[in-house]
C-alpha cells in the first residue's frame, strides 16, 4: 500500500504519509482484493473529563468517476469515548473488510454530532458539566490518496488528536470537534516511551491551572530538526508538532512521571512541557516554557525509551 498525499487541515496536526503493507488477506486465489481493517484512538487534552462520540458511517471512495461506498461498522452506531482509546484499547471501526484492490481517492468518517439538543456526541468537563459536541459538515476525512494491493490486509490506527482538534468557542454553544488525524500503519507501529523527572513540574506549573499540577504535563513530539513551539502556527513559519504524550504518575512511577505514543518509524525530536493547558489550537505564541529538544529514533523492533531529562 502506498499513500499518495496526507491529510493536513489549516492549523490542525499533519496526518502521517504511510508507506507498507503487510501480507496476508484475499481469498489465496488471486482474486483482486484485499482487507481493510481501521481502528480509532486518540491523543489526550486538558480540561474535560471525557468526549463521546457516536460514529454512524465509513465510506471508501474509490479512484474515479465511482460513488463512495459505505464500509460495514464493526458495531452501528458506534459510540466512543475518546479519552479512553490508545493504541492498545482502540476502537475498531472495521476489521478485515474486504475491498477491491486498487487506488481510493479517501476515508471518511461520519459522526453524529450536531446542536441539536440531542446528546448523541457531547463533552463532559472536568468540572461536571455536559455540553453538546459539534463536528462540522458531520463528515470528516480520515485519509487521502492511498492504494489497496492485491491479497494485502491494510490495518489502520487513527489518531483524533484532541488537543488540535477539541474547541470551546467563546460566545457559541458546546464544543467543536475539528479534523484532525494522524494515520499510522498498525503493522509498522514505532512506540515512544520513558519518564519525565518530578523535578520538572513544580513552581510555575500551576500557570495553566493553579489548582491541580497534574494539568498540562505533556511531551511534544516534533519532527527531527524542528524547534520546539505551541501547537498552532497561524504565519507557516514554524514546524507543528505531530504527537502528544500525556506524562502522567501511576503506582510505579513515584514522583516521577510516565509517557507513551506510538508513532511512524522514523527520527523526532521531543521535548516536555507543564503548561500544555495555556496551548490554544486557535491562537499563536502560547507560551509553554518546553524543555531542551531530545533526539530519539523510532523503530519497530522494541519500544524506544528515552527519559527526560536524560541521564547526564
Known amino acids: 500500500m502506498g499513500f499518495r498525499q496526507s491529510v493536513r487541515p489549516a492549523a490542525v496536526a499533519a496526518a502521517f504519509a504511510l508507506a507498507g503493507c503487510s501480507g496476508g488477506g484475499g481469498d489465496g486465489g488471486g482474486s483482486a482484493t484485499g482487507t481493510l481493517s481501521v481502528s480509532l484512538m486518540d491523543a489526550p487534552v486538558d480540561g474535560v473529563a471525557s468526549v463521546h462520540v457516536e460514529i454512524a458511517k465509513l465510506w471508501l471512495k474509490p479512484a474515479g468517476e465511482g460513488p463512495a461506498v459505505e464500509l460495514p461498522l464493526a458495531n452501528a452506531p458506534l459510540r466512543v469515548n475518546l479519552l479512553e482509546l490508545r493504541d492498545d484499547n482502540a476502537a475498531v471501526l472495521i476489521d478485515g473488510a474486504s475491498v477491491p484492490a486498487g487506488e481510493y481517492e479517501w476515508l471518511a468518517m461520519d459522526v453524529n454530532a450536531e446542536f441539536d439538543n440531542v446528546l448523541d456526541s457531547y463533552v463532559m468537563t472536568a468540572i461536571g458539566g455536559q455540553e453538546e459536541l459539534r463536528v462540522p459538515s458531520g463528515r470528516v476525512r480520515l485519509v487521502s490518496g492511498f492504494e489497496v494491493a ?7 490506527l487513527v489518531d483524533w488528536d484532541l488537543r488540535a482538534a477539541l474547541v470551546n468557542p467563546g460566545g457559541q454553544p458546546g464544543y467543536l470537534l475539528r479534523p484532525a488525524f494522524r494515520v499510522l500503519h498498525a503493522d509498522a507501529l514505532g512506540i515512544l516511551t520513558g519518564t519525565v523527572s518530578g523535578t520538572l513540574v513544580g513552581p510555575g506549573c500551576e500557570a495553566d491551572d493553579p489548582n491541580d499540577l497534574a494539568v498540562g504535563n505533556v511531551v511534544y513530539v516534533f519532527p ?14 514554524d514546524v507543528e508538532p ?39 489550537p486557535e491562537a499563536e505564541g502560547d507560551v509553554l516554557d518546553f524543555t531542551d529538544a531530545v533526539s530519539v529514533e523510532v523503530t519497530t523492533a522494541a519500544p524506544t525509551v528515552v527519559d527526560l531529562p536524560p541521564a547526564p
Open 150 to 156: 492485491p491479497n494485502q490486509a491494510v490495518r489502520l
Open 224 to 237: 527531527a530538526g524542528a524547534t520546539p513551539n505551541d501547537l498552532d502556527d497561524v504565519d507557516g513559519a
Open 242 to 280: 505531530v504527537a502528544f504524550a500525556d506524562a502522567v504518575q501511576t503506582p510505579t512511577s513515584g514522583a516521577d512521571f510516565e509517557y507513551r505514543v506510538a508513532l511512524a518509524p522514523g527520527a523526532y525530536d521531543i521535548a516536555f512541557t507543564c503548561l500544555a493547558g495555556n496551548d490554544d
